[in-house]
């Protein structure tokens, strides 16, 4: 539009096709803001060897960041059905709570089976707290916040209960390794979250899931008369969602070797619905990009290490958390752009909305 | 959903009176308040009975319920307000701890005196809300997003003042935070009163006044609320800038209550608030409620507390367990409800 002369048509149209991808302003703020680091830190993007780990700010960013990466990518398919999930937090501190008092109870904490067994039983106590969450929101009808609500309510308390209020420490180097221990030179969460979000893309955008996943965001009981089970698939990504908490879960208490009911996990909920918005979910429903929420997370992340690395005080983190958000949503919002931009606002909200349904569509099938 | 066609053929007579009792009975709006105010009573009397011995006779003991969630009642009335409009407000708990740390900061740090800090801080708070009003409305974002925004930022804003808690020593503090009405029996403290005062404005206020009318109106249905030309903006911010008096007011009787300002204050208190306007059977899709059922939330949920205090063995804990199983009931009894008028 207000382009110079020198560009030509093709080079606009294909500036605004990138402009317009669902992932450029997520993209753009993260390289933004990892920018922002040189100044204050030059060596910021070096990465270096040291003792066989690969070491830097990168690497860091990836490894701190991986909890939230897990828990807002179980959150996106969740928020692609229409719902909201606010138990998440509640959930690790539930999962790394039983797992930790287990390992703890052994004579020989380093045993293979026993920490496997502690695991399964975390994960298992997560994945029924999504089962829960989906009944409450699939069979009874309730608006998911509110159903979610209340194990955000109670699952802390009986976090506490099973730790007994007490903090369990355990020493177990195997479990130490899913959160704090190093493979094949990388931290080994990096590829526990790689693994989930492989997968997750696997199942969503190279099965019809996905496409049924938004299908019942869009309108459950249109997919219902189609004859797609919105029902079960709302309780499987409820239990999804939890078992992504889960992981998290074990990863927090593993990397601090300890099991707190009180703080562990604590505002991951929020952290992960704002990765999710970040990403371009719309919380409305009906439409998702685990892609964008992965780069969502890694903003929150990064501009948490930024804070760190440029010298602010880190107290005021929650300060700049919060004006992300608000300008975020702000550019989100067509109501904004219009206002703002003038008529541009009306033209930039379709392609985004337009884009994940037209590359959803040649998989559609007939299911069941 | 599905048993809509089945219900006429039904053998009638005797089957369908009992039908239609319990129909009314759910579809009464009343009911939830009633089953709530009914809970208070059989865990009060339950109270009683187990605790006769340990002074929960007392007539302090009930009105300590008052005194000890004065703030909690505030902020769950400034909650309900939202609600009722068919929206929420996550920035409570922050909010409240913001008023702490502000006032706290101004009074012992910048020396300011009492009555001037009073009105600074619900304007803060007011305002606060106001914005927050003005984004959700005119920029046509979830209220959930905007005032998680302002959880941050107020939680932020707290740490930004200091990371510290300040203790408040005061003298105009402590002399307001120790004065009490006496009552005969007992006595209520300044917070108790004016939760009860603002408890009383708030019923007057939704149930007597056009702004209530149209915060009903709004909760039940938003497009027939602007079909009928009510004016949406700005009972919506009015409706944030409420809470967000109400959670600052809440600030000022939470930091009376514990003469300090602490960064971590009150967090998590929109879950308290939210869990008692839920389990005073205001339903959360907006629209449908009443204040007095806040009242008996809170009570409910200090009740809980006191109850967890006299037997003494329990830990703090399953105040959350039993909060959650509340609030779980609570939700399932309105589900019967709205499926009732559904069909």
């Known amino acids: 539009m207000s382009t110079p002369s020198v560009a030509t048509t093709g080079t606009t149209s294909r500036w605004r096709a990138l402009t317009h991808h669902h992932l450029f302003w997520p993209v753009a703020v993260l390289i933004a803001l990892l920018l922002v680091n040189v100044p204050f830190t030059p060596d910021f993007f070096s990465v270096r060897m040291t003792d066989g780990h690969l070491y830097g700010s990168l690497v860091s960013i990836v490894l701190f960041g991986s909890p939230l990466i897990l828990v807002a990518v179980g959150m996106t398919l969740v928020i692609a059905t229409g719902g909201i999930d606010l138990s998440v937090g509640a959930v690790v501190a539930i999962t790394g709570a039983l797992t930790c008092s287990y390992i703890s109870d052994q004579t020989d904490q380093n045993a293979l089976s026993a920490v496997f067994l502690a695991m399964g039983i975390g994960l298992v106590a997560a994945v029924l707290c999504g089962l829960w969450n989906g009944f409450l929101v699939a069979r009874m009808g309730i608006q998911p916040i509110i159903a979610t609500l209340i194990i955000m309510v109670a699952g802390r308390g009986v976090a506490q209960l099973i730790t007994d209020g007490q903090i369990i420490t355990i020493n177990s180097e195997p479990y130490k390794l899913i959160g704090g221990g190093y493979w094949l030179t990388l931290p080994f969460s990096i590829f526990v979250v790689a693994a989930v979000v492989a997968i997750t893309v696997a199942l969503t955008r190279r099965t019809a899931l996905g496409l049924l996943v938004e299908s019942v965001g869009g309108n459950a009981e249109a997919s219902r008369l189609v004859g797609i089970r919105s029902r079960r698939i709302k309780i499987m990504v409820y239990m999804f969602c939890a078992l992504c908490a889960g992981i998290a879960g074990l990863m927090i208490s593993s990397n601090t070797s300890a099991a707190d009911g009180n703080n562990a996990g604590l505002w991951i909920e929020l952290d992960a619905i704002l990765a999710v918005v970040i990403g371009g979910t719309s919380l409305l429903g009906g439409r998702f990009s685990i892609g964008g929420t992965v780069i969502g997370a890694l903003v929150i992340q990064t501009l948490t290490t930024t804070i760190y690395t440029i010298g602010v005080p880190t107290q005021t983190n929650l300060v700049f958390k919060a004006v992300v958000v608000i300008v975020v949503c702000l550019l989100q919002s067509p109501k904004f752009r219009a206002k703002v931009f003038g008529a541009k606002g009306r033209g930039q909200a379709t392609p985004a909305q337009a884009a994940p349904a037209a590359d959803a569509a040649p998989k559609m099938e007939v299911s069941r | ?343």
């Open chain 2, 1 to 343: 959903m599905s048993a809509t066609t089945k219900t006429p053929a039904a053998p009638e007579s005797r089957t369908t009176a009992q039908a239609s009792t319990a129909a009314r009975l759910l579809g009464d709006r009343r009911l939830p308040v009633l089953v709530t105010a009914a809970l208070f009573l059989a865990m009060y009397i339950a109270g009683l009975g187990r605790y006769q011995n340990y002074g929960f006779t007392e007539p302090q003991v009930f009105l300590n319920l008052f005194i000890d969630n004065g703030y909690l009642l505030v902020a769950a009335v400034g909650a309900t307000f939202v609600i009722m409009s068919g929206g929420i407000d996550l920035s409570v708990g922050s909010v409240i701890g913001f008023t702490t740390m502000f006032t706290a900061w101004l009074v012992e740090r910048q020396g300011l005196p009492l009555l001037l800090v009073i009105p600074l801080a619900l304007g803060v708070g007011a305002f606060g809300g106001f914005l927050m009003g003005y984004v959700i409305h005119n920029f046509e974002i979830q209220p959930f997003i905007v005032t998680l925004a302002g959880l941050f930022l107020f939680r932020g804003l707290c740490l930004v003042i200091s990371k510290e808690s300040i203790s408040i020593s005061d003298s105009s503090v402590s002399s307001l935070a120790q004065a009490q009405a006496s009552l005969g029996v007992g006595f209520l403290s300044i917070g108790a009163i004016v939760a009860m005062a603002v408890l009383g404005v708030a019923f007057y206020v939704l149930h007597y006044t056009r702004f209530g009318r149209r915060v009903y109106a709004i909760g039940g249905n938003e497009q027939s609320a602007l079909l009928m030309g009510l004016p949406m903006g700005g009972t919506k911010i009015a409706v944030y800038t409420v809470s967000g008096f109400c959670s600052a007011l809440a600030g000022l009787l939470f930091m009376l209550y514990i003469q300090s300002g602490d960064p971590l204050h009150a967090v998590g208190m929109e879950l308290d608030a939210i869990a008692a306007v839920v389990i005073g059977g205001t339903l959360l899709t907006g629209g449908s409620g009443y204040v007095v059922g806040t009242l008996f939330g809170v009570l409910v949920l200090g009740l809980i507390k006191s109850l967890i205090q006299f037997e003494g063995t329990l830990s703090s804990w399953w105040t959350k367990i039993a909060t959650g199983v509340l609030l779980c009931a609570f939700i399932l009894i309105q589900r019967a409800m709205t499926a009732r008028k559904q069909t």
